[in-house]
């Protein structure tokens, strides 16, 4: 199902060698001596262990459900407690196989979750919910405001994390492409009451940068059930400093001045740094409550509702010096771009209806919104011409009224009852995405005004897509389920509409253009076809095949950036994505565990690329955005658990995944380097990617936990150029390795202690990444 590669044919079976012979090797190590096997029939295996296991929790309910086709991976609240440091939800996924969270900082508001086979800039080609919420914001394809909206989930409101791996099931959208994420929320049966704090201080250490920098987090939890009526409200509240998130570099430095640091960028060219930027302060808080009240004994009505701010200061730090040794700018505007204010406030509701007689037909209905309510970035236009101060005029650029709305309906029809030979799930969809993202000019960027009269930018637009889908498992043998479906989806966009000036040094702005930008529309159908056969009980084997089509966000259409520390340019031409992807996944099952190894293939047309060159003397980092002809990400996926592995008291975890990925055509490149693209890497992906850790329970109340992540060298440029690592802008290898060591007091409360990074990997990924990382924590649960 993986096609020949362009490189050697001995290099890639010698790659698809060693995992067959480690499937081989790990399932005749792990398993116990099986008897003899009748067919069995096809059925959910529910592995159990005397201790919470990263990957024995049961089939994910949302795949049981829709009879769904895809890989999955799955970890219980209890497994994150004990094995992972968490204090972000995100961090729930740290050790998935094949999964990264670019997370660069607790809080952190721009986390995107890397796939198999795309990277941390591709916030659309994955989608991640909480219960009926889309928590990815599909109205931008970045990692910026594309990022999932993680805050309007407390840690101590998840009950459940799952991964469904590929675009194989009707159910979901194109963006399913890297894989869906399912976070399954708590609701209580009896009173409940959570109190948890959680503290981390990062030790970090470059150029001229070197601080211990703290996050302090409060949860709260309380809910109930009286009745047919439950209810579950969670609080959170977390103030965090960030170590720099960017450095302040020019090509030369600044005249009259003593200080900084000779370095290049990751093209090779002089990127002094000058200083350091987006020294962040963010205080955050997100309240939500869950209410669900049972109708009937077969039908539920939930609503959820969330509410999340956050107010951010960030600051710079300048590493020059004047003649008389005081602390300056030396003219580099760049240290505005990195000082700014941001306050947002932001609303989300659901609302569901669900059946669940488990008879010959089921349904649900959902409706679910985000809501900008109020969204305002302030920045200085410029600095001083001596000194290190910032001019008093400035930008403001918002995002309030930017909103999209999510609606569902769903049925599943069993057409001979509860087991037939046919399971007939099918739904309707329809989304919209609003973007409106004026910057305003301001003549004292730190004073209460919010907008004036004049406009440096402005950005609007409108996405709208409608989608039918149908889904037949149908169940051939006792041993033999054949998965049929198609997604029918029409998208438009229109409304779009960009206005940009030209300004002197000052900020005064010397002309206005206005674009309205043409409406696109397109129709796609997708198929999807999956065959599964479990020879025996310990064997599964499955083989899917799915088309899906990503359509271009309203962000990477219309939306000009020109604020903060990276400026973007919109595309209004861009086509749909067009993918072809295949998995061929074989699992193992044995006592407490199991190895699964899946072979992946997936070639895209029209791939939507962006990428970030340094522009000027001031190394100003722009995005463009384009199609690529055609790009292929052939893979091998090798994961493995198991609970008592060797000693009673010790678990186990890994995975390995190797990915080639290759950019195959591209007419449209162009280069004034004479560089060429075709047979480069696809930016953003990694070649290889390996989790493993072990868990040693020396006593029941003890876990104490030691795991480790690597990620192999990525570029950012589709013509490969950016070679040298350990810089700002670059994306390096990485090894990172964790402890954790968790003390119950009882099955509800405990105390935890933990270190990630404690190898203390200095690691850019465009951003320095933290340094090492010390994390205490403690819960109560009355």
């Not at 009937?296 to 959820?304: D, E, G, K, N, P």
């Not at 409406?519 to 025996?536: C, G, I, M, T, Y």
């Not at 003390?743 to 090492?772: A, C, E, M, V």
Request: hydrophobic share 35%; aromatic share 12%.
């Amino acid at each position: 199902m993986v096609p020949t590669s362009r490189g050697p044919t001995r290099n890639r079976a010698l790659v698809l060698h060693i995992p067959v012979t480690l499937l081989a090797s790990a399932s005749s190590f792990f398993s116990t001596p099986a008897t003899a096997q009748e067919p069995v029939e096809l059925q959910d295996i529910v592995v159990t262990a005397d201790h919470p296991s990263l990957a024995s929790a049961a089939v994910p309910p949302i795949k049981q459900k829709y009879q769904l086709p895809q890989t999955s991976q799955s970890a219980t609240a209890a497994t994150i407690a004990e094995k992972i440091n968490i204090i972000d939800t995100e961090d729930s996924v740290k050790y998935f196989p094949s999964l990264f969270v670019r997370k660069r900082n607790y809080g952190d508001t721009q986390p995107t979750l890397a796939t198999r086979t795309w990277g941390v800039n591709s916030s659309a080609r994955s989608l991640v919910y909480a219960d009926d919420l889309l928590l990815s914001a599909l109205i931008a394809n970045n990692n910026t405001l594309g990022a999932p909206r993680w805050g309007l989930v407390s840690p101590e409101a998840i009950d459940r994390v799952d991964f469904l791996y590929g675009p194989f099931a009707a159910a979901y959208p194109g963006n399913s492409m890297g894989g869906v994420l399912q976070i399954t929320t708590r609701m209580p049966d009896k009173p409940i009451a959570v109190l948890s704090q959680n503290e981390a201080f990062q030790t970090f250490n470059r150029y001229g940068t070197k601080d211990t920098y703290r996050t302090d987090q409060t949860n709260v939890v309380i809910g109930n059930r009286s009745g047919d009526f439950s209810w579950f409200i969670t609080g959170n509240y977390q103030n965090s400093y960030s170590q720099p998130l960017s450095f302040i570099t020019s090509a030369t430095f600044p005249k009259n001045t003593t200080g900084g640091f000779a370095a290049l960028n990751k093209l090779g060219a002089p990127a002094n740094v000058l200083g350091a930027g987006g020294l962040l302060h963010s205080e955050m808080a997100n309240i939500s409550g869950k209410f669900a009240y049972d109708i009937t004994s077969w039908l539920q009505m939930t609503y959820q509702i969330g509410f999340w701010s956050n107010h951010t200061n960030s600051s710079v730090q300048t590493y020059l010096r004047d003649d008389t040794g005081a602390a300056t700018f030396a003219g580099q505007s760049s240290f505005a771009n990195n000082n700014y204010t941001l306050t947002e406030q932001h609303l989300s509701n659901a609302l569901s209806f669900k059946t669940h007689t488990g008879g010959v037909f089921d349904w649900d209905l959902s409706v679910s919104n985000y809501y900008f309510l109020y969204d305002s970035q302030k920045s200085p236009y410029g600095v001083t011409a001596t000194g290190a101060g910032f001019t008093t005029n400035g930008k403001i650029a918002r995002l309030d009224g930017t909103n999209w709305i999510n609606g569902d309906f769903n049925g599943i029809w069993r057409p001979m009852g509860p087991g037939s030979e046919h399971e007939i799930s099918f739904g309707l969809h329809a989304d919209r995405y609003f973007l409106t993202n004026p910057t305003y000019a301001s003549s004292v960027w730190n004073s209460d005004a919010e907008s004036s009269n004049s406009l440096y930018t402005n950005s609007r637009g409108t996405t709208v897509t409608k989608a039918i889908w149908a889904q037949d498992a149908w169940r051939l043998a006792q041993n033999v389920k054949f998965t049929l479906g198609g997604r029918l989806e029409q998208w438009q966009a229109f409304g779009g509409l960009n206005l940009a000036t030209n300004a002197t040094s000052a900020g005064v702005i010397t002309s206005t253009t206005i674009q309205n930008q043409p409406s696109l529309d397109a129709v796609r159908f997708s198929p999807k076809v999956s065959l599964n056969w479990a020879p025996s009980a310990e064997w599964d084997i499955t083989g899917s095949f799915g088309q899906a089509y990503r359509f271009p966000t309203v962000t990477e259409l219309y939306q000009i950036v020109a604020t903060g520390a990276t400026f973007s340019v919109p595309n209004p031409d861009l086509r749909p994505e067009n993918v072809l992807s295949e998995e061929l996944a074989i699992v193992r099952k044995f006592d407490s565990g199991h190895v699964r190894l899946s072979l992946f293939n997936e070639n895209v047309s029209d791939a939507i690329i962006a990428q970030t060159s340094f522009l000027g003397v001031s190394q100003t980092p722009t995005t463009f955005t384009m199609n690529v002809d055609a790009i292929r990400n052939s893979g091998v996926e090798l994961a493995a658990q198991k609970d008592h592995f060797i000693f009673d008291e010790v678990d186990a975890f890994g995975s390995v995944t190797y990915v080639d990925s290759r950019i195959l055509q591209d007419a449209g490149w162009a280069s004034s380097t004479g560089t060429t693209v075709v047979g480069k890497h696809v930016p953003y992906v990694p070649d290889w990617r390996v989790t493993a850790g072990v868990t040693y329970h020396p006593t029941p109340n003890w876990a104490l936990t030691a795991a480790m992540r690597y990620s192999g060298k990525q570029y950012s440029t589709l013509d490969n150029t950016d070679v040298v690592p350990q810089v700002f802008g670059a994306f390096d290898s990485f090894i990172v390795a964790d402890v954790r060591a968790q003390y119950k007091l009882s099955d509800q409360t405990w105390i935890n202690l933990g270190i990630d990074n404690i190898n203390n990997d200095k690691y850019t990924l465009y951003h320095p990444f933290p340094g090492r990382t010390f994390t205490f924590g403690a819960r109560v649960q009355f």
